[in-house]
């Protein structure tokens, strides 16, 4: 059962308070950004922010206080009813405070008068350091402040431990919560890809296609995409970050797509690639079903104790013998391995953590080895193959960009596919373009 969202965001806070002991954490959320004069960008909060508080407004800063007793206080806008006529619902601080229970609330302008009384006789303060100047100068004069009224008797934090060391385990493994969101965002957005496969046809624009994905992901509710949507027919798909999306679909491409959107907070993070005629030919099928075994051995690999690289190297093993088999490469396959010939081909990583950021928070490895998949775990398995064309490449691959992307939860026996719904068998996929 999903608990009420405030006692998650409260238990979140409470952790934190338990790890840092004698320390008080500073986490300020993002700022809006100006778009062009008087236009912003739409409003994304911080992620460290939102997972510790469950606010999405602007100019807003939690302060947890460690300890046995913790103590949670937000600053916030305060209440302004002009504003507000323009611009919408502000909670304000005595609003804030009982909504999302804090013990205490004040407006963001009480900042530099409650800061230091907060940081004084605190021997830790965590807080993200190099993240942001604005808040580094503004943390650093709170700091100051305290140091300079060492002759009254109170002492300044002597160390600052970066918060995200801390918030970057928790986020790392999923609680029921953000896995019921992350389930809603995946069925979302897995819907949106059938959308494109069924709507995608000869003569149509990239951007056609797209637009079919943002009125999937809007029309069930997701806020925004989770990242610039990629819709990259023909040679396109060979650009790895390609989104101009403004190219013709022409009937003997393939055409990838990796969208996924962002629901409360949350995103997901798909790629298919499939045939703008609605039939693979020999070529694409070859290279296609090659990516597809890669993609069902590295997913074989995610299960508990396993290492995050295991998913990857099964990829790369995979993906390298299929290039040898194709007249790709030459040589043995241990030699491409090692030499890290198919780079040439495919030159990124099978995955990532994800969660609230694409490229979720946590740590991949550390101290000569990497992390160990746990239960509660999200990340993406995304293995590909790039064929541009030159010296060696056999004319009929070349040209042809294909990714296969899933997001697959760790869970206590195995990996869990939660973006199974949007069809990659290449049945599947012509049974769906073909039948709507
Ligand atoms: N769409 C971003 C990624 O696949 O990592
Ligand atoms: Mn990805
Ligand atoms: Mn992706």
């Given at each position: 059962m999903v608990q009420n969202p405030t006692a998650v965001f409260k238990a979140r806070r409470e952790r934190l308070a338990a790890a840092m002991r004698e320390g008080v954490a500073i986490v300020p959320t993002a700022p809006e950004r100006v778009?062009?004069?008087?236009?912003?960008?739409?409003?994304?909060?911080?992620?460290?922010?939102?997972?510790?508080?469950?606010?999405?407004?602007?100019?807003?800063?939690?302060?947890?206080?460690?300890?046995?007793?913790?103590?949670?206080?937000?600053?916030?806008?305060?209440?302004?009813?002009?504003?507000?006529?323009?611009d919408g619902l502000r909670y304000g601080p005595e609003g804030a405070r009982a909504a999302f229970d804090m013990d205490e609330a004040f407006a963001f302008e009480a900042l530099d008068e409650q800061l230091p009384a907060l940081l004084s006789d605190r021997e830790r303060l965590y807080?993200?350091?190099?993240?942001?100047?604005?808040?580094?100068?503004?943390?650093?004069?709170?700091?100051?402040?305290?140091?300079?009224?060492?002759?009254?008797?109170?002492?300044?934090?002597?160390?600052?431990?970066?918060?995200?060391?801390?918030?970057?385990?928790?986020?790392?493994?999923?609680?029921?919560?953000?896995?019921?969101?992350?389930?809603?965002?995946?069925?979302?957005?897995t819907s949106a890809h059938r959308r494109a496969m069924r709507f995608a046809r000869p003569g149509l624009?990239?951007?056609?296609?797209?637009?079919?994905?943002?009125?999937?992901?809007?029309?069930?509710?997701a806020q925004a995409p989770a990242y610039s949507s990629i819709v990259a027919t023909g040679a396109n798909a060979c650009v790895l970050h390609y989104v101009s999306n403004r190219a013709l679909l022409e009937p003997d491409d393939l055409v990838l797509i990796d969208a996924g959107c962002e629901l409360d907070g949350y995103a997901s993070d798909i790629t298919r690639t499939f045939p703008?005629?609605?039939?693979?030919?020999?070529?694409?099928k070859a290279l296609y079903e090659l990516v597809l075994a890669a993609q069902a051995h590295a997913i074989a690999a995610v299960a508990p104790g396993r290492d995050f690289n295991d998913p990857h190297a099964a990829a790369v093993r995979t993906l390298a013998q299929g290039m040898i088999d194709l007249g790709l490469l030459q040589g043995s396959l241990d030699a491409a391995i090692e030499s890290g010939a198919y780079r040439r081909f495919y030159m990124h990583r099978t995955g990532h953590w994800l969660g609230l950021d694409v490229h979720d928070a946590g740590e991949y490895g550390g101290e000569g080895r990497w992390k160990r998949l746990a239960?509660?775990?999200?990340?993406?398995?995304?293995?590909?193959?790039?064929?541009?064309?030159?010296?060696?490449?056999?004319?009929?691959?070349?040209?042809?960009?294909?990714?296969?992307?899933?997001d697959v939860l760790v869970t206590p026996d195995g990996?869990?596919?939660?973006?199974?719904?949007?069809?990659?068998?290449?049945?599947?996929?012509?049974?769906?373009?073909?039948?709507?």
């Open positions: 778009r062009n004069r008087d236009s912003t960008f739409p409003y994304r909060f911080d992620s460290y922010f939102y997972y510790l508080t469950g606010f999405a407004e602007p100019d807003a800063v939690l302060v947890v206080i460690g300890g046995a007793v913790a103590r949670s206080i937000l600053f916030c806008r305060p209440k302004n009813e002009e504003r507000e006529i323009w807080f993200s350091l190099g993240a942001d100047s604005h808040w580094d100068r503004r943390v650093t004069g709170w700091l100051n402040n305290v140091r300079a009224r060492a002759r009254t008797g109170v002492r300044a934090p002597v160390e600052v431990v970066d918060v995200r060391s801390v918030l970057d385990e928790m986020r790392l493994v999923k609680d029921e919560h953000e896995l019921a969101t992350m389930r809603r965002a995946a069925a979302i957005s624009r990239e951007y056609e296609v797209e637009a079919e994905l943002m009125h999937e992901f809007l029309r069930h509710g703008v005629s609605g039939r693979f030919r020999g070529a694409q239960s509660g775990m999200v990340l993406t398995v995304e293995p590909g193959i790039y064929v541009r064309p030159g010296e060696g490449v056999p004319q009929a691959l070349s040209n042809i960009g294909i990714r296969i992307e899933d990996g869990e596919v939660l973006t199974a719904a949007a069809p990659k068998a290449i049945v599947d996929i012509e049974a769906l373009m073909r039948d709507g």
